[in-house]
């Protein structure tokens, strides 16, 4: 086939030969005057476009609409409005294998089907074997539950495995007890009185900032201690009493007898010096930590009773959280017997061990508490929901009588972990003894009121006596979660690594650890031959 465009173009002659015989056409031109470009670009898209539906039309004729069976004809076949044609087969086969997905989500998974490992060993069953629809669907579905399942679980054991680092003492911060305990024992400085004798007046005087801590971490006591002392305008006013456990306590000594804070005082007294701290003014907490299933409930097996096909990784790790040892130590339970323990003292700061301290805290002493006992930061409103969307149905079991009687449930929940206390206006409460009242009534109930440590029974006892003060004097969640933001952190007050993620251990959140770690004397030579975490 040929074609010729006379020059005047005004006609266009097509001329073929078949046979031996020549035919022409000739196709004469009207007189409309027609750019070459116009005409120029329509004969191009011809014989570009002409031989591609002369192809496409001889493979569809070959193959038979009917009958097309090939992967290019499939296609054709979904997409037939390019040809004109109106096959909705695709449709059909869409529709066909929705209804076999549809009756395979609601059928069990035979217990003799034997699912492929791996997603090639699937392809190479499938061109073996000539799986139906339905047979494919189960398999996938199969393997979709078997791959749930395992990640779940490891969900689970990783749960599991960050409970017990965090309820474990590190090996550093051991040796580091160890290793003063000996110091007080063999040198004199190390048993040196704390504070000095012309000092002890201090200890009582109410014009000075008392601070309390109660721990038997004595790296963490040390980090408090020393964030407190830079961050104050006036650290010569500051008085801080350490409270620790009879074994801790040469140890504690000897770190603040050896590495002074000057100006600040510090005091260091075991839970044994207190005279008033007997068994006998506290039974509750004795049988706290004798009560057999107490102590099977924080020491035991926590994956037994614990259906963990129903319950959620999120709500696991709360679980695991309330079941930390630390809430039958004495040493949590302490700050429910400031009043007793500083008959002296009129207000104090109680600072939990995993806290540093950012600002200058002179200014809570000025906060007006309206006659109440304890300012404390809300823990109800703000933007974290993990951290700050605390009320009282998230630590109670409202299906209790009792708590349902007594208590509401969008009651707004505030932090233990840096508290102003008013003692002289606690001292005519009955604080104290609704804390051991409602203590008692779990023990009876045998921990089904609540789970979580010293906290519910507080946010009871101090009920009616809480006054709101600024959340910015206190962040919390640091120990929770790693997508903390930066600013928020360097703007507070006090920061508070509350939760499993302890900045002194090995899980800990690296970028949020050197806030805490900035005030860790590496080249103390205790610290460095104990090889604390860097």
């Known amino acids: 086939m040929q074609l010729h465009i006379s020059p005047s173009m005004r006609s266009i002659t097509i001329s073929s030969s078949s046979n031996g015989f020549v035919d022409l056409m000739k196709i004469k031109v009207a007189a409309r005057h027609i750019s070459y470009r116009t005409l120029f670009h329509t004969i191009l898209i011809l014989a570009f476009l002409l031989p591609f539906v002369f192809i496409l039309t001889a493979v569809v004729t070959l193959e038979g609409v009917n009958k097309c069976s090939s992967f290019d004809c499939l296609g054709r076949r979904l997409g037939p409005k390019l040809l004109g044609r109106g096959d909705n087969s695709g449709q059909r086969l869409v529709k066909d294998f929705y209804k076999v997905l549809n009756q395979v989500s609601t059928e069990e998974i035979p217990d003799g089907l034997k699912l492929p490992e791996s997603f090639s060993q699937l392809v190479s069953e499938m061109r073996n074997k000539k799986y139906s629809t339905k047979e494919f669907a189960l398999i996938m579905k199969g393997m979709m539950e078997r791959s749930e399942r395992e ?27 160890l290793r003063l305990t000996d110091e007080y024992s063999s040198n004199a400085h190390a048993r040196r009185q704390l504070p000095s004798p012309e000092l002890l007046p201090m200890l009582s005087n109410n014009s000075y900032y008392h601070f309390i801590v109660s721990t038997d971490n004595i790296l963490a006591a040390s980090v408090v201690v020393t964030s407190a002392v830079q961050s104050f305008l006036k650290p010569e006013k500051i008085v801080f009493h350490v409270i620790t456990d009879k074994k801790t306590y040469a140890g504690m000594h000897s770190w603040f007898a050896l590495n002074p804070v000057s100006p600040a005082i510090v005091e260091v007294k075991g ?101 109440k006992v304890n300012g404390a930061v809300e823990t109800c409103k703000g933007d974290d929901e993990w951290v700050m969307s605390k009320r009282f149905r998230n630590y109670f079991n409202f299906s209790h009588p009792l708590i349902a009687k007594n208590l509401n449930p969008d009651e707004c929940a505030w932090a233990y972990g840096m508290n102003i206390f008013d003692l002289r206006a606690w001292r005519r409460t009955n604080i104290r003894s ?57 703007k507070a007050a006090v920061i508070h690594y509350n939760g499993q ?15 805490w770690s900035k005030y860790v004397s590496y080249s103390n030579e205790f610290i460095s031959n104990c090889h604390i975490l860097e």
């Open 501 to 515: 993620s302890k900045p002194w251990l090995q899980i800990g959140f690296e970028h949020l650890r050197p806030f």
């Open 151 to 177: 990640i779940r679980e490891s969900k689970f054991a990783e749960l599991m495995n960050k409970h017990f680092a965090a309820s474990s003492i590190p090996k550093g911060i051991h040796c580091l007890s």
């Open 434 to 490: 609704t804390y051991h009242a409602w203590l008692k009534e779990n023990l009876k109930s045998n921990l089904t009121m609540w789970k979580l440590g010293t906290l519910p029974p507080a946010l009871i006892a101090f009920k009616g006596h809480v006054r709101a003060i600024d959340p910015h004097w206190h962040m919390l969640g640091l120990g929770y979660q790693n997508n903390t933001k930066i600013e928020n952190v360097q």
């Open 271 to 371: 839970v044994h010096q207190f005279e008033w701290l007997t068994r006998e003014n506290v039974p509750v907490l004795e049988a706290v930590e004798n009560h057999n299933s107490i102590r099977n409930y924080y020491h035991g097996n926590h994956i037994a009773g614990a259906n963990l096909s129903e319950i959620t990784p999120r709500i696991f790790a709360s679980k695991l959280q309330a079941r930390s040892p630390k809430y039958i130590s004495l040493l949590n339970h302490l700050r429910i017997y400031l009043p007793e323990l500083f008959p002296n003292l009129d207000k104090v700061v109680f600072l939990d061990d995993d806290i540093v301290v950012q600002r200058d805290l002179s200014p809570l002493w000025e906060i007006d508490l309206g006659g």
